[in-house]
Nanobody, 124 residues
Framework: QVQLGQSGGGLVQAGGSLRLSCAAS????????MGWFRQAPGKEREFVAA????????YYADSVKGRFTISRDNDKKTVTLQMNSLKPEDTAVYYC?????????????????WGQGTQVTVSS
C-alpha cells in the first residue's frame, strides 16, 4: 500500500499563491489516481482536485476550477497542487489522497489512502 507524506501550505494573503506537495512511498505509483481534499473547521472533508495515474485526465471541484492546478511526476512519485488567486474560503486543512486503479473522477468517492494533512490559511 502507498504511504503519503505532505509538505507545503502556510499562511498567505487573499489573492496570493501556495503550492502543496505530496510524496508517495510503497506501491506502484502510476497505479494510483492522486487527489487533494480539504476540511474547514466545522465542515466535512470535501474533494478539491484529482489526476489519473498517467496524467491523462484531471478533475476539479467547481469552487477551485481555473485557480488550482494538480500535476504529478511519476518518476519522483510526487503530486503537486498549485493554488493561485487564493480566497479566505480556501482556508482549510488539505489532505493528499491516493486511490488505486481509479480515474480522476473516481477519486471523489470510495476508499482512499490519506496523507497527514497540512494547514492552508488565507487572510483577507
Amino acid at each position: 500500500q502507498v504511504q503519503l507524506g505532505q509538505s507545503g501550505g502556510g499562511l498567505v494573503q487573499a489573492g496570493g499563491s501556495l503550492r502543496l506537495s505530496c510524496a508517495a512511498s510503497g506501491g506502484t505509483f502510476s497505479n494510483y489516481a492522486m487527489g487533494w481534499f480539504r476540511q474547514a473547521p466545522g465542515k466535512e472533508r470535501e474533494f478539491v482536485a484529482a489526476i489519473s495515474g498517467e496524467s491523462i485526465s484531471t478533475y476539479y471541484a467547481d469552487s477551485v476550477k481555473g485557480r488550482f492546478t494538480i500535476s504529478r511526476d511519476n518518476d519522483k512519485k510526487t503530486v503537486t497542487l498549485q493554488m493561485n488567486s487564493l480566497k479566505p474560503e480556501d482556508t482549510a486543512v488539505y489532505y493528499c489522497a491516493a486511490k488505486i486503479f481509479s480515474n480522476a473522477q473516481g477519486m471523489a468517492t470510495g476508499s482512499r489512502n490519506w496523507g497527514q494533512g497540512t494547514q492552508v490559511t488565507v487572510s483577507s
